[in-house]
């Protein structure tokens, strides 16, 4: 039997690691898991070493009260690793968290087999990022088809698994009219789905921002959250005009909570979202997007300079249009997003659709599951 000691720091990589973990059953194999994950990976049967929202920071200045904190996490995974009698290390997205363990763990044992799931973005910024990696990673799993040449060109090896995203289908009948019915929207109503992200920090941030874009507008918003930030959205959001329906995970069973919100995907007739993989979500449910993301001015500056591309919205990087509006940094501001949000909502959007089309097929729609892709990947990679 095949032990894997997977690391996921966020819901972004806590979908990635369950996908993996099901690829496995796919395929038939007889794995068994350990190592830090999210409740989706729980679900399969992973016991997190400690609660993963603990690792869920982003941005340089968002980090640095934690640092300690996160370094006693990193040490304490690195080493139940070591102890574990894994095959391999996989460190899923998250790589400020995942690559230093990684780190630790070669340092130990140079011979430990590592892989990383989730390609850095070395095509948009910080391109010398894949050759640090390489002094830590042997193997990369990547999700977007023009990742690979990069992460070989610094030594690893890498496989295009495709996203899993692309696997899913859009919400039918039988899940936007559940949706309706609990949350009370009628047929007639028009609906934007709000989706300021999942981490403390960048919520705190949009969340004022996204309230006053949206002030008074024509139709029903429903905000589907995550279990760390449920508690501080409700606050962030109770002044809102018009009042966002909140989608609790806290108030519904796991299954029950992605079915209302794949349900609220296919509801909404246009969304504003946080930056990030949930763009490839609204587009795998063909809902036009308006994208917006600040983050702390330090941050920011940084940014700024090491950006090698124009956008930042992976519907617009792997269709290679500029379909969808975004909104970033200093130009994370309620009036513009308000402008963009209307001109989707009256205007046409087919421009969008197409790009949202485009970018499935890309990712693998219609093939294999990517989770299984992955697997095997794994798989072949160990057994070179």
């Known amino acids: 039997m095949t032990t894997l000691f997977l690391v996921a720091g966020e819901p972004s990589g806590d979908s990635l690691g369950a996908s993996l973990m099901d690829g496995f059953d796919g395929i038939g194999e007889d794995v068994t898991f350990a190592g830090v994950g999210g409740p989706k990976m729980a679900s399969r049967g992973l016991h997190s070493l400690f609660p993963y929202e603990e690792l869920a920071v982003m941005g340089i200045a968002e980090v640095l009260p934690k640092y300690r904190a996160l370094r ?20 899923i997205d998250s790589p400020d968290f995942g690559l230093r363990v990684a780190r630790i763990v070669k340092g130990a044992r140079p011979e430990a087999k590592t892989i990383h799931y989730v390609a850095p973005s070395v095509w948009a910024w910080r391109p010398k990022r894949a050759q640090k990696m390489a002094r830590v990673i042997d193997h990369v799993l990547a999700l977007l088809p023009f990742e690979p040449p990069y992460m070989e060109a610094a030594g690893m090896s890498c496989d295009f698994v495709g996203h899993p995203i692309a696997a899913h289908a859009p919400a039918g009948e039988v899940e936007t009219t559940a949706c309706r019915k609990e949350f009370g929207v009628e047929e007639t109503d028009n609906v934007i789905l709000v989706l300021p992200g999942s981490r403390v920090s960048e919520v705190t941030r949009l969340a004022p921002v996204f309230g006053e874009a949206l002030r008074d507008i024509d139709a029903r918003l429903v905000l589907p959250t995550t279990p760390n930030v449920a508690p501080l959205m409700a606050d962030l959001t109770k002044d809102w005009s018009p009042r966002p329906i909140v989608i609790d995970p806290r108030e519904h069973s796991t299954a029950k909570f992605a079915f209302l919100k794949h349900g609220a995907f296919g509801v909404a007739e246009a969304a504003l979202a946080a930056s990030g993989t949930v763009s490839l979500e609204l587009a795998q449910a063909r809902t036009p997007m308006v994208i917006a993301y600040d983050m702390h001015w330090l941050t920011r500056q940084i940014m700024r300079l090491a950006m090698r591309v124009d956008t930042v919205t992976l519907v617009n990087l792997v269709s290679e249009t500029r379909a969808v509006p975004e909104f970033l940094g200093l130009n994370c501001r309620p009036g513009p997003i308000r402008a963009a949000l209307d001109g989707i909502r009256t205007g046409s959007a087919q421009d969008q659709i197409a790009a949202m089309a485009a970018t499935m097929a890309r990712l693998g729609a219609g093939g294999p599951p990517p989770g299984e892709r992955a697997a095997r990947s794994v798989l072949s990679f160990l057994n070179r």
């Open 72 to 91: 006693r996490r990193i040490t304490q995974t690195a080493q139940a690793f070591l102890e574990s009698g894994a095959e391999a290390l996989i460190t």
